[in-house]
């Protein structure tokens, strides 16, 4: 899997993609958010912004700034964590403009809340949107209509945006060019993001403009490696169960033998987010039951 780690964030300043569209980079790196959370300013004398980023005052003066007195029409959420969606708060109490996109964070299944939740403190679960939106739905403002598309699977409640006319697409975490994206229960599933994969292969774009590292150019060819990738990552957790039954720690030890073990525990979170999609299509089995501590085996 080939991925584009040239950037440079030029924190706290708006860099210009194309006429009318900036990106600002926040100054929250980490092993997650690769130089930071990108946030987009569109339009000129009126703006959207999308994905405010964290609760990071010195960000919201960043954004302020590059507005430069245009007037902030909306302020479109992707999704609810907190490297994307607390921003907007502040955003708002500082603009009084409206919070638009996805609802309320939630788990991407009912029961898991309780046993699954080591990225939990990932989401953000004050996050209340003024006008939600949905598949489908367009959103105008500033002089600019965006198309919604429900992607879940790296959270439940993810969405992109796709900008008429321009074959844009904001596709924050959901397609990343810098990095595969996270898919871990219980607000992530594999399931959902390989059903968003193929709905964005269905897309007309072909610039995607996303959460976190540079714009991604021949979008598609991108997504179908990232799709071959999960597909091969499935056929290696399947190769190793059928050797023998295995733990997510033994599962993990061997495919992820080449990463920095710091990054072991969300890798195995995306490896139970296989697991559980196995699960679900009756190719694996778990005992006792499917939990980040069973035991798995080839079913028969
Ligand atoms: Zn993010």
Redesign the pocket.
């Known amino acids: 899997m080939k991925h584009n780690r040239d950037f440079d964030p030029n924190h706290g300043t708006a860099v210009e993609l194309v006429p009318g569209l900036r990106r600002l980079t926040a100054n929250n790196p980490g092993p997650f ?1 690769f130089h930071g ?1 990108n946030s987009y300013l569109i339009g000129t004398r009126h703006l959207v912004v999308i994905d405010p980023g964290p609760a990071s005052d010195e960000h919201i003066g960043s954004i302020l700034k590059a507005a430069d007195g245009a007037r902030i029409e909306a302020i479109l959420v992707s999704h609810t ?1 907190m ?2 969606s607390p921003g907007a708060r502040l955003l708002k109490a500082k603009t009084g403009a409206p919070i638009v996109g996805c609802g309320s964070h939630r788990s991407a299944r009912p029961l898991m809340e309780d046993e699954v939740n080591p990225l939990d403190s990932s989401g953000d679960r004050e996050h209340v949107a003024d006008q939600l939106l949905a598949e489908g739905d367009r959103f105008s403002a500033a002089g600019v209509t965006f198309e919604t598309l429900e992607t879940p699977g790296h959270t439940a409640n993810h969405l992109c945006f796709a900008l008429s006319g321009e074959k844009i697409l904001f596709s924050a ?1 959901h397609v990343m060019g810098w990095s595969t994206s996270i898919v871990a229960p219980p607000d992530g599933s594999m399931r959902d993001y390989m059903t968003s994969i193929e709905k964005i292969l269905g897309r007309p774009e072909e610039t995607y403009l996303p ?2 590292g540079a714009a991604i150019h021949q979008a598609k060819s991108y997504v179908h490696d990232l799709k071959q990738h999960r597909l091969d990552r499935e056929a290696a957790i399947l190769a190793e169960l059928a050797a023998s039954e295995r733990t997510i720690p033994e599962i993990v030890s061997t495919l992820y033998a080449n990463v920095d073990p710091v990054l072991h525990p969300a890798a195995g979170l995306s490896v139970f987010a296989h697991l559980e999609d196995l699960v679900d299509k009756k190719k694996v089995t778990a005992s006792p039951d499917l939990s980040l501590t069973a035991c798995y085996r080839l079913s028969r």
């Open positions: 958010t959370t964590h490297d994307h975490d959460g976190h």
